[in-house]
């Protein structure tokens, strides 16, 4: 079946750097990428997906990098700030399969 | 809109209790879904359903049971708690498989 991980468990950052969670993924049908932001005691915020066809996609401040050779998938986050301190999950599927799979999530601290 | 509302927000059980974790959601969704999230780590399907009367098991189902006779909402059941289903349980919905689901708060569930 499919697995995912992510390269830290914690990430920590100055405000104001930008930011770089890595993930992996193992199943080369996967087609539909995903990056979630979970605050402490909240479900799951959608930050921003991507589908197989493209290698990058942009939205505020946020940019995820698809590379399919090597199965592996990256958020940037731009000028980090301290509400973007949260634990980030990416998450996979395909289009065979009707649930996302989850990653074990990186924490991002973002130190003042 | 209210999304997906989950209730309860906390519950402790006793062992061999029963209880229905509650969900509903009001976007029209096709397809809902339940994930338990352990301590520092993923998220695991439980169940997921594609559409009223349809469900199917999902990466960890031992234990639990779900029903979907309206469009809106999809309870899980828990028969017999244990211990190792103390966890934080959310449920999600989307409007069709392979695409970003949205989540409730969440349940904090303990079985003591």
């Known amino acids: 079946g499919e697995s995912v991980g992510l390269h830290l468990p914690t990430l920590s950052v100055q405000e104001g750097d930008n930011s770089i969670i890595n993930c992996a993924y193992s199943?080369?049908?996967?087609?539909?990428f995903i990056w979630y932001k979970q605050e402490s005691g909240k479900g799951p915020q959608f930050i921003i997906d991507i589908r197989s066809n493209m290698d990058k996609r942009q939205g505020q401040r946020v940019t995820v990098l698809l590379n399919k050779t090597v199965k592996h998938l990256s958020l940037q986050i731009a000028a980090t700030q301290p509400g973007d301190s949260a634990v980030y999950f990416c998450a996979v599927s395909d289009t065979g399969r009707r649930a996302l799979t989850f990653g074990s999530g990186t924490r991002l601290q973002v130190q003042p | 809109n209210a999304g997906v509302t989950q209730t309860p927000k906390f519950r402790i059980l006793k062992i061999g209790q029963s209880m229905t974790l509650q969900c509903t959601q009001d976007?029209?969704?096709?397809?809902m879904y339940w994930y338990r999230q352990d301590p520092g780590m993923g998220l695991k399907l439980i169940y997921y359903?594609?559409?009223?009367?349809?469900?199917d098991k999902g990466e960890v189902p031992n234990g639990y049971n779900v029903s979907r006779s309206t469009t809106e909402d999809f309870p899980l059941r828990l028969e017999l708690a244990a211990p190792s289903q103390t966890s934080v349980y959310f449920c999600?919905?989307?409007?069709?498989?392979?695409?970003?689901?949205?989540f409730g708060s969440g349940t904090q569930l303990s079985v003591l």
């Open positions: 359903s594609v559409g009223a009367g349809i469900t």
């Open positions: 199943n080369s049908a996967s087609d539909y």
């Open positions: 999600a919905s989307s409007y069709r498989g392979n695409e970003k689901l949205f």
């Open positions: 976007m029209n969704h096709n397809y």
